[in-house]
């Protein structure tokens, strides 16, 4: 049984961009779940119809997947025109696409460096400016930013990562004084290792999982469902005061001092 209201979202509209997989896909699934229609946007074509079609008959909303590439503006410009167009308005858009991989910084190039900063940082901007622009200027609404919790430390071999996510922080605060007094609420969520999705599977293979498990003061690992549910809390009226907040959901594993991941030796907690 859910602790939220079936319609807290009824009349909505959302975009979501990496919505295809993982914590995006959940977090697509639960608005519409609540009442919401929604957009799943992502590279991969392949990723997303599966995805829509599942939710689309789970909750009977509609869910439309789009292609785009949130490094390209123009592609970003036309999924916002698209979804607005198809749904009628656009309430909530969730930046949630990100690239990931283990590298040590020695070895890490300026491509692979700029490519993860281009995804998570730039396509976060990307996809801001272009819906601000298109209908949260006169509308208002809300951004909600997927962010991570590796950053608060030094986790090595993730120096491309932490510098991407620290300015989607840097975005989160800037764009919700900025746009504030417009309507529009601009937040994070800051998430610590997730059990189930494709970063954890390059990040903590093996064994590094169970030690990060061990390490974490509630002993577990994050799941989707703990993002989807603070996702669905802060979109709905119970967080109508959340503005440029940064949520942490780690179980309280950063607050260990126990966050970084070892390239080449394991796990370094
Ligand atoms: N180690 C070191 N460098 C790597 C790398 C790795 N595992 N994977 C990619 N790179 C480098 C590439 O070598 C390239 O740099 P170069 O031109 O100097 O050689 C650069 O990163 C771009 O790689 P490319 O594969 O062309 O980029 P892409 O746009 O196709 O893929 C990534 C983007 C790199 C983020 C890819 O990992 C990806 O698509 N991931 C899927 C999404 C994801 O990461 N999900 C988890 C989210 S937490």
Redesign the pocket.
């Given at each position: 049984m859910s602790v939220f209201r079936n319609d807290l979202f009824l009349g909505r509209a959302a975009l979501i961009t990496g919505g295809g997989t993982g914590i995006g896909r959940g977090i697509a699934g639960a608005l519409a779940r609540y009442g919401a229609n929604v957009a799943i946007v992502s590279r991969k074509l392949e990723n997303l119809v599966g995805a829509a079609e599942s939710i689309a008959a789970a909750t009977g909303r509609r869910c439309l997947p789009m292609v785009a590439d949130v490094r390209q503006p123009e592609a970003v410009d036309s999924a916002v025109n698209r979804a607005i167009q198809e749904l009628g308005r656009l309430d909530f858009v969730v930046n949630n696409a990100?690239?990931?991989?283990v590298?040590p910084s020695a070895?890490?190039?300026?491509?692979?460096f700029g490519?993860?900063l281009d995804?998570d940082a730039k396509g976060t901007w990307n996809m801001s400016r272009a819906a601000y622009r298109a209908w949260l200027k006169d509308h208002g609404g809300q951004i909600l930013n997927i962010s991570a919790t590796l950053h608060y430390g030094g986790t090595p071999g993730q120096v491309h990562v932490a510098a991407a996510k620290a300015a989607v922080d840097a975005l989160t605060r800037t764009l919700a004084v900025e746009w504030g007094p417009q309507g529009i609420r601009v937040n994070a969520i800051a998430h610590g290792p997730i059990g189930q999705?494709?970063?954890a599977r390059?990040l903590f293979p093996g064994a590094a999982a169970d030690q990060l498990r061990a390490a974490s003061p509630i002993r577990r690992l994050g799941t989707i469902d703990d993002i989807v549910n603070l996702a669905v809390f802060v979109l709905s009226d119970a967080g109508s005061n959340l503005n440029g907040a940064i949520l942490v959901s780690d179980g309280g594993l950063c607050l260990t001092g126990r966050l970084g991941l070892g390239v080449e030796v394991g796990p370094t907690i």
């Open positions: 990100a690239g990931n991989f590298c070895e890490l190039s300026p491509n692979g490519t993860v995804i999705t494709e970063g390059r």
